[in-house]
């Protein structure tokens, strides 16, 4: 069981700080928006070697951008451990995966709330990680979609059918609240923005997310 906090809500103008408090996470995770995939601006190749090169822990990148065949593996050579792409933006998913995994990164694949896991799951093997957006992907602090709960369940089954080592990421209004929810569907990495960063205590925060699902892994 794996908590990767999001820095989306974190104070960008001390990141080395903002890092520093989620030492104790499992990745840190960074949200890419190219304001064309969705409505909303954050940081691109040199913020994300910056935040590399500050972070103790390894860095979990979320591309939610246009043509991400071209731009993710700049990411990886940036320095992420992981880069997940969406399904919906790239052109040619599976040669993507294949070419982050050939340069020693994890490859995720992304999916909107709209989006079905069925046409993927003949080729999860080809992804280390499957990230099922639990809220419309574009903004911290939204609310927790529910309904995706059973998306969670078939990937999870799907995985498990098979043998494969692929986690399930939940990404989007995960908290003290829908962390146990996501647990039990199936999920086995959670990114939780705003629930760590508004904590009183990030650092206590992580680990008690992490004592929530821990009773719950598969």
Do not use: C
């Amino acid at each position: 069981m794996r908590i990767n906090p999001s820095i989306l809500n974190s104070d960008f103008s001390d990141l080395k700080g903002e890092l520093h408090k989620i030492r104790n996470a499992d990745w840190a995770h960074v949200d890419v928006m190219d304001n064309h995939f969705v409505p909303n601006l954050t940081l691109g190749v040199p913020i994300v070697e910056a935040i590399v090169g500050a972070s103790e822990i390894p860095i979990d990148t979320h591309l939610m951008i246009e043509d991400p065949d071209r731009w993710a593996p700049e990411y990886a050579e940036a320095g992420a451990k992981s880069v997940t792409f969406h399904a919906e933006a790239a052109a040619a998913p599976l040669r993507l995966a294949r070419e982050l995994r050939a340069m020693g990164v994890r490859a995720g694949l992304g999916l909107k709330p709209a989006t079905p896991i069925e046409p993927y799951l003949d080729i999860l093997d080809e992804f280390d990680m499957i990230l099922i957006m639990t809220v419309e992907p574009g903004f911290g602090g939204q609310s927790f979609i529910h309904s995706m709960m059973p998306k969670v369940q078939r990937t999870r089954e799907a995985i498990d059918k098979h043998g494969l080592d692929v986690w399930i990421q939940v990404d989007g209004g995960v908290s003290r609240d829908t962390i146990e929810i996501a647990a039990e569907a199936g999920a086995d990495t959670f990114v939780a923005g705003s629930a760590v960063y508004k904590a009183e205590d990030a650092y206590a925060e992580v680990d008690y997310l992490r004592s929530l699902v821990t009773a719950h892994s598969h």
